[in-house]
C-alpha cells in the first residue's frame, strides 16, 4: 500500500462529505458513512492495521497522519450528530396528548341582542343601526324633548367638544337609541317596522344595576291603522318567547315626551311566579321597558306628513333583560372580562 496516497484519497473523500452535506444528515445515513469509513472493514482500519506492519523508519510519520485522518473523520460525524440531536429536540412529540384551545364564543350581551333581534325579526320587524354620535336635534329635539327637559343637562348627556351644527346644535354620545326613529322616518316612506340595537351612554354612577354605557333596543312601527292593542300584541308574544310561555304583562300608565299615551310594562317574576320574592320585592312583578303610542310631534318628522298615520314605540334594556333572565345580580360582571362568569353562556 502507497500509504500516502490513500491518506490522500480519504482527506478527498473527507472534502466530498463536507460539500455534498452541508447540512444536517439523516440519522441512517450518517450511521452508514462511519461504517463505511470507520468501521472494522473501511479504510481508515486498514490504515491503521498497515502501521503496524510498516517499516520502523516509516511507521512514526504514518501513525501521525493516520491519527489525523481518524480525528477529521470523528470529529464531522459528531457535528452531524450534534446538529442532528439539536434538530430533533425543536420537534414537538406528537405522541403526546393534545392541549385544545380555548374557543372563543359570542359576549352574553351580543347572544341576547341577537336572540332579541331575531325573536322581532319574526315579528316583522326589520333591523337597522344608528350612529352613536348624535345631534341634539335627534336624541332630543325631533323626539319631542324640551329644551328644559333635565336630560338635556350636560349633568345628564356626554356631549361632545366639536363645533355645533347650525341647524342640528350640538353633537353628543347619543343616550338612547330612540334618534333612529326620526332617521327611520327621515328616509324612508311608511310603513315600516323596525328594530334598532346599540350602545348608549349616560353619566350615571356606577354600581350593581347602573353603568355610564350600556345596550339598549328600540322598536317601533308606523303605519295606518296602528292601535295600541297592536303594542301590547307584540309586546306579550316578545316575553313569552324570550322569558317563559307562562308569563303575564302589565301595563302601567306613564309618561314619556315621545309617546302618547305612554306605559311601562311589567313582567310577572319569573323567579316566584307572581308569589313575591325578593328580586321582585314581593310585589310579583317586576318592569322591563317603556312603551306608547308615537306622538303625533315625532311622527310630524315624516316629510310626506303623517296625516292618517300612527305608530307604536318600545325600548328595553339589554342588559337588563339578560340580568333578569339568568338572575345576575351585578350590571357590571358584564363588563369586567372574567372568563370564569362568561364561560357560563
Same mark, same amino acid.
Given at each position: 500500500?502507497?500509504?500516502?496516497?490513500?491518506?490522500?484519497?480519504?482527506? !478527498?473523500?473527507?472534502?466530498?462529505?463536507?460539500?455534498?452535506?452541508?447540512?444536517?444528515?439523516?440519522?441512517?445515513?450518517?450511521?452508514?458513512?462511519?461504517?463505511?469509513?470507520?468501521?472494522?472493514?473501511?479504510?481508515? !482500519?486498514?490504515?491503521?492495521?498497515?502501521?503496524?506492519?510498516?517499516?520502523?523508519?516509516?511507521?512514526?510519520?504514518?501513525?501521525?497522519?493516520?491519527?489525523?485522518?481518524?480525528?477529521?473523520?470523528?470529529?464531522?460525524?459528531?457535528?452531524?450528530?450534534?446538529?442532528?440531536?439539536?434538530?430533533?429536540?425543536?420537534?414537538?412529540?406528537?405522541?403526546?396528548?393534545?392541549?385544545?384551545?380555548?374557543?372563543?364564543?359570542?359576549?352574553?350581551?351580543?347572544?341576547?341582542?341577537?336572540?332579541?333581534?331575531?325573536?322581532?325579526?319574526?315579528?316583522?320587524?326589520?333591523?337597522?343601526?344608528?350612529?352613536?354620535?348624535?345631534?341634539?336635534?335627534?336624541?332630543?329635539?325631533?323626539?319631542?324633548?324640551?329644551?328644559?327637559?333635565?336630560?338635556?343637562?350636560?349633568?345628564?348627556?356626554?356631549?361632545?367638544?366639536?363645533?355645533?351644527?347650525?341647524?342640528?346644535?350640538?353633537?353628543?354620545?347619543?343616550?338612547?337609541?330612540?334618534?333612529?326613529?326620526?332617521?327611520?322616518?327621515?328616509?324612508?316612506?311608511?310603513?315600516?317596522?323596525?328594530?334598532?340595537?346599540?350602545?348608549?351612554?349616560?353619566?350615571?354612577?356606577?354600581?350593581?344595576?347602573?353603568?355610564?354605557?350600556?345596550?339598549?333596543?328600540?322598536?317601533?312601527?308606523?303605519?295606518?291603522?296602528?292601535?295600541?292593542?297592536?303594542?301590547?300584541?307584540?309586546?306579550?308574544?316578545?316575553?313569552?318567547?324570550?322569558?317563559?310561555?307562562?308569563?303575564?304583562?302589565?301595563?302601567?300608565?306613564?309618561?314619556?315626551?315621545?309617546?302618547?299615551?305612554?306605559?311601562?310594562?311589567?313582567?310577572?317574576?319569573?323567579?316566584?311566579?307572581?308569589?313575591?320574592?325578593?328580586?321582585?320585592?314581593?310585589?310579583?312583578?317586576?318592569?322591563?321597558?317603556?312603551?306608547?303610542?308615537?306622538?303625533?310631534?315625532?311622527?310630524?318628522?315624516?316629510?310626506?306628513?303623517?296625516?292618517?298615520?300612527?305608530?307604536?314605540?318600545?325600548?328595553?334594556?339589554?342588559?337588563?333583560?339578560?340580568?333578569l333572565r339568568y338572575g345576575i345580580p351585578d350590571i357590571r360582571l358584564f363588563y369586567t372580562g372574567d372568563v370564569r362568569f362568561l364561560r357560563q353562556f
Open positions: 500500500m502507497d500509504w500516502r496516497e490513500e491518506v490522500k484519497r480519504l482527506e !478527498k473523500a473527507l472534502e466530498e462529505l463536507r460539500s455534498r452535506y452541508p447540512a444536517i444528515i439523516p440519522s441512517g445515513e450518517l450511521e452508514k458513512i462511519r461504517t463505511e469509513f470507520l468501521g472494522k472493514k473501511g479504510p481508515i !482500519k486498514a490504515l491503521f492495521d498497515f502501521v503496524k506492519k510498516a517499516p520502523a523508519e516509516e511507521r512514526r510519520e504514518l501513525g501521525q497522519f493516520a491519527n489525523k485522518i481518524k480525528r477529521a473523520f470523528e470529529e464531522w460525524i459528531s457535528e452531524k450528530r450534534n446538529l442532528l440531536q439539536e434538530a430533533e429536540e425543536e420537534i414537538p412529540d406528537l405522541s403526546l396528548p393534545a392541549f385544545l384551545p380555548d374557543l372563543g364564543r359570542p359576549h352574553i350581551i351580543t347572544q341576547t341582542i341577537e336572540e332579541i333581534v331575531s325573536i322581532f325579526e319574526e315579528l316583522g320587524f326589520a333591523l337597522a343601526t344608528g350612529p352613536e354620535i348624535e345631534q341634539e336635534f335627534y336624541n332630543f329635539s325631533a323626539l319631542n324633548i324640551d329644551i328644559t327637559h333635565p336630560s338635556r343637562d350636560a349633568f345628564d348627556t356626554f356631549y361632545l367638544d366639536l363645533p355645533a351644527d347650525k341647524e342640528k346644535g350640538r353633537y353628543l354620545l347619543r343616550s338612547h337609541t330612540s334618534p333612529m326613529q326620526v332617521r327611520i322616518m327621515e328616509a324612508y316612506e311608511p310603513p315600516f317596522a323596525v328594530v334598532v340595537p346599540g350602545r348608549v351612554y349616560r353619566p350615571d354612577a356606577v354600581d350593581s344595576s347602573h353603568s355610564f354605557m350600556f345596550h339598549q333596543i328600540e322598536g317601533f312601527a308606523v303605519d295606518r291603522g296602528i292601535k295600541f292593542y297592536h303594542l301590547k300584541a307584540v309586546l306579550w308574544e316578545f316575553a313569552r318567547r324570550f322569558f317563559d310561555r307562562s308569563v303575564e304583562l302589565r301595563f302601567r300608565p306613564h309618561y314619556f315626551p315621545f309617546t302618547e299615551p305612554s306605559a311601562e310594562v311589567d313582567v310577572s317574576c319569573m323567579f316566584c311566579k307572581g308569589k313575591g320574592c325578593s328580586v321582585c320585592k314581593g310585589t310579583g312583578w317586576i318592569e322591563v321597558l317603556g312603551c306608547g303610542m308615537i306622538h303625533p310631534k315625532v311622527l310630524a318628522n315624516i316629510p310626506s306628513g303623517s296625516e292618517g298615520l300612527t305608530g307604536i314605540a318600545f325600548g328595553l334594556g339589554v342588559e337588563r333583560m339578560c340580568m
